[in-house]
């Protein structure tokens, strides 16, 4: 049995936490900001509904001491605001799973985690907040998590096998899976810039923009060292022109809520190393500062 802490029961972090409660083998605590009260998590699939039975801290002074492993749920801007958590949480033997989008994980959780190891991690999880303490996963894609193949990865993988919420996947060439992801992350910043779910990738005009802003990115992630050709933007903008209209993104959800964008991580990031290399990102120059200014307030 391992004590396992997930920080930032949202949508993410409450099906990681309904992943190591399938399990039926370790102690979960939830790690919030608020009391959200009951957590359930309902598979639309199924329309099964499960209780997290795994009792919620509001303050990090609640923490009894380290854990195991802390399974980080927050959106990359909240990092700092966690940083109370992971300071009582974490000692040099803890490993944080870092469930965050973008690809500077490492970076950015490693100067709250107090020396321990950080695994970052890929996350292919398509839920949304339906209601107060309430999570959907929505089954269109399978859900999993991507870790870099190695020792931390394959007790990542051990820690949530048999859970049924989630596959743990061991990567190789963990930097060509992460600037995948963060490609699709990018082209899904056009929905919270439009205000619309997928539908909006069936308008010509908007597809040829993903197709423009997949390339850029990919240009970037080439100099980055991920092994992305050119065509392989029309395949990931592709995967948007399939899905069904109303499958939304975080990013939309945040926008549509009034909420701060995860948008340096998903975008601002193409911007910022694209400049460090002298590649031209003109899409990604447009939709950031958009993004940001949405953000503000």
């Not at 949508?11 to 039926?24: E, K, M, P």
């Not at 998590?145 to 060439?173: C, H, K, N, Y």
Request: charged share 20%.
């Amino acid at each position: 049995m391992a004590d396992i802490a997930v920080v930032g029961p949202g949508a993410i972090g409450s099906v990681a936490a309904l992943a190591a409660q399938q399990t039926g083998r370790h102690s979960v605590t939830l790690c919030a900001r608020r009391d959200p009260g009951a957590l359930r998590v309902v598979d639309d699939l199924t329309s099964t509904v499960t209780e997290l039975e795994a009792p919620i801290l509001t303050s990090p002074d609640q923490v009894a001491g380290p854990a195991e492993w802390v399974l980080l749920a927050v959106k990359a801007q909240q990092t700092d605001g966690a940083a109370g958590y992971l300071d009582a949480l974490c000692k040099p033997s803890t490993t944080v799973v870092a469930l965050q989008n973008g690809v500077e994980h490492i970076e950015r959780v490693a100067p709250y985690a107090n020396d321990a190891h950080v695994l970052p991690a890929i996350v292919w999880i398509s839920a949304e907040p339906t209601g107060p303490g309430e999570v959907t996963i929505r089954n269109n894609i399978s859900s999993m998590i991507q870790v870099p193949a190695g020792p931390d990865g394959e007790e990542f993988a051990r820690l949530l096998e048999g859970a049924p919420a989630v596959q743990v996947a061991l990567v190789s060439d963990f930097t060509t899976a992460a600037w995948r992801k963060l490609t699709t992350n990018a082209i899904a910043g056009l929905m919270a810039a439009a205000g619309k779910r997928a539908v909006v990738y069936q308008r010509p005009d908007v597809r040829e923009l993903a197709l423009a802003l997949a390339t850029e990115t990919l240009a970037v992630a080439r100099a980055e060292g991920a092994a992305l050709p050119e065509s392989e933007a029309e395949a990931l903008v592709g995967i948007f022109e399939a899905m069904a209209p109303d499958i939304g993104s975080s990013i939309l959800f945040d926008r549509l809520a009034g909420r701060e964008l995860e948008w340096d991580a998903r975008n601002g990031v193409v911007r910022r190393l694209g400049r460090r290399h002298g590649i031209p990102t003109p899409v990604s120059d447009v939709l950031v500062p958009l993004l940001a200014a949405a953000s503000d307030g």
